[in-house]
């Protein structure tokens, strides 16, 4: 390389590599440390040395063994071939070393990120003559069957277009267009590179209307995430943080799911890339790792690559995106970003303040969560794509008062608050209700009403405030025994009984109830609800709680999300339930209404 530049080590701390010798140095450049070439990316500049943070293990370095610049900034590679892969923190495909080197990441392994061998057969809807600017779209790939790719203008080129290829198949590398801008000449080709700790720009951000459907009840019902939004998922080990998110990768109506393993145990990242290929997409038939890209940096790889590994998958993310794609975006876990940010701050020399974390950790994880959205990308005017971005936060010892926590919850509009109680009891997900919150929920409920139900809010408010009043009861009948409390009450927490485990229990194995459509959602809510507004008018007209719990329906409620039958058997148990009641009213001689407005012990 011609802007190569040579220098030196002069001192070693663990993935931090003091270097000298290179006085023209940029901050964000790609350097080669060692005799073996190990990547690394310049973090700080003195005024005779420069800190690098090294992408691989830094055992066996020696000072005085040369460093060499590049002049380059850390880049994702962009094109055809991301799709269905699994790459390590810094993009180097895994597939690809392990057929090189063997099942272990050998240091100093340099492999492309894209194939350059392989073709894609390209299909160009520009013609010669046409004027192009940035994020124009110049053609197609089909990438995998469940993704056309869109091969783009380059964000820093426009012009005119000289040349263009016609239908065919070339590598990556194969010019496919020659613009002219300004007397000069650019060949463009199917990939293209973008610095990662750059955020892609966009010609307008949206606001973010739609839900992403997850197909889990107690987050699509009471605490959903808008497409374009950003939510954390934080709870103690063991509360099912990374099982809920692979749910959120496989089931999701995402069109493209980037999941980022960062610092988490390699086992939980084989068993999803096991799965995966198993997996159908709901819509296609076809297994879901058509459409994902997996970036594996796990525990026992270099702790310095999973800082990078967050923003290498942010970058890919908004490339998608920019094509008109709606993305979600998965880092399993922040927290264990967070740490190595901390442990690289701490080789540095930089003040810590809460728990050794760095002082901008704030900055750093704000910078993270405020690249997602929804946008209108340069190009088609018609185009819009979003970028959802989800982290999971791993407290230690589950405190939610720690530094990433705290920090995560204010540049975030969704918490789904996991919970160790509820993980102990086998109750899946266990989200806690009363500590989990949706910024999104009102703006998005203008979207049940229009394709579900219009009555939809009013069910999911009064199911909320009935399990917050059912806390309250809850403590005091610890105290002095459900038998003692008056019948209204009982009723109350037999209902929100009927919730916990009808509703917001949910398996994540097989089964119907692993995916649940909002339609079944909506009729679950208001069988529930419209069961506890009936059986109140009851009890105020005397009848014992008794008789109503010794009916066969309300244990069926329970269960009826399993029924293989789907919508029709909850409709169907729907009118069953009323109508016992209505037997029950009969046999008393009275009449009881159903009525949504009446307001019941604040319910």
Request: charged fraction near 25%; proline fraction near 6%.
């Amino acid at each position: 390389m011609s802007n190569e530049r040579k220098g030196y080590i002069a001192r070693i701390s663990g993935p931090v590599v003091i270097g000298k010798g290179i006085s023209d140095v940029k901050l964000g450049e790609v350097v080669y440390v060692g005799e073996e070439g190990l990547l690394g990316e310049v973090v700080r500049i003195g005024p005779d040395y420069f800190a690098t943070q090294v992408y691989e293990d830094t055992s066996g370095l020696r000072p005085k063994e040369p460093i060499t610049g590049t002049g380059k900034l850390l880049v994702a590679e962009l094109g055809p071939g991301l799709m269905a892969s699994v790459f390590d923190g810094v993009q180097r495909p895994l597939e690809n070393i392990r057929e090189l080197v063997g099942p272990f990441v050998k240091r100093g392994v340099k492999v492309n990120p894209l194939p350059r061998n392989k073709k894609w057969h390209f299909k160009p809807v520009m013609e010669k003559g046409a004027r192009v600017g940035p994020g124009d779209v110049l053609g197609t790939v089909q990438e995998t069957p469940l993704v056309e790719h869109r091969v783009m203008v380059p964000l820093d080129k426009k012009g005119l277009i000289k040349e263009i290829v016609t239908e065919g198949d070339y590598t990556i590398e194969d010019p496919i267009a020659i613009i002219e801008y300004d007397g000069k000449v650019y060949e463009l080709t199917l990939k293209q590179e973008w610095p990662v700790r750059q955020a892609r720009p966009y010609m307008e951000r949206l606001s973010s209307e739609v839900p992403l459907l997850i197909g889990q009840r107690v987050i699509d019902t009471f605490f959903p995430i808008a497409k374009g939004g950003a939510g954390a998922i934080p709870g103690g080990f063991g509360t099912g943080k990374t099982v809920t998110l692979h749910k959120v990768a496989m089931y999701s109506d995402s069109q493209i799911v980037i999941y980022i393993g960062c610092g988490e145990r390699g086992n939980e990242i084989a068993e999803m890339l096991m799965e995966f290929p198993e997996l159908k997409d709901p819509k296609s038939g076809r297994p879901i790792i058509d459409r994902s890209i997996v970036i594996a940096n796990t525990s026992n790889m270099p702790v310095s690559a999973r800082e990078a590994s967050i923003y290498m998958g942010i970058t890919i993310a908004e490339y998608y995106r920019d094509q008109g794609y709606d993305v979600t975006l998965i880092a399993d876990s922040t927290s264990r970003w967070a740490e190595a940010l901390r442990e690289i701050a701490g080789r540095l020399g930089d003040l810590p303040v809460e728990r050794g974390y760095p002082a901008y950790l704030p900055d750093k994880i704000a910078e993270f969560y405020e690249r997602g959205g929804r946008v209108r990308p340069f190009g088609s005017p018609e185009r819009t794509g979003s970028v959802t971005v989800l982290g999971a936060v791993s407290p230690p010892g589950g405190d939610y008062n720690e530094p990433v926590t705290i920090h995560t919850l204010r540049f975030v509009g969704v918490m789904w608050a996991l919970d160790t109680d509820l993980a102990y009891r086998r109750h899946f997900p266990a989200i806690n209700w009363l500590r989990s919150f949706s910024q999104y929920a009102d703006i998005i409920e203008r979207w049940w009403i229009k394709n579900v139900s219009p009555e939809f809010p009013q069910y999911r408010r009064r199911a909320l405030r009935l399990m917050t009043v059912a806390s309250e009861i809850e403590a005091i009948a610890s105290v002095v025994g459900e038998g003692a409390l008056p019948d209204d009450q009982r009723l109350i927490l037999l209902t929100s009984e009927i919730i916990k485990e009808g509703f917001l229990r949910q398996t994540a194995l097989s089964g119907e109830d692993v995916f649940c459509i909002p339609e079944k959602q909506y009729w679950l809510l208001k069988m529930m609800i419209d069961f506890f507004d009936k059986a109140y008018d009851l009890i105020k007209k005397k009848v014992s709680i008794e008789e109503i719990t010794r009916l066969p329906e309300v244990y069926e409620m329970m269960r009826v999300k399993e029924d293989e039958r789907g919508l029709g058997a909850v409709k169907e148990l729907y009118e069953r339930v009323i109508r016992k009641l209505d037997e029950i009213a009969e046999r008393h001689g009275v009449q009881v209404s159903l009525s949504t407005e009446k307001v019941v012990a604040g319910v």
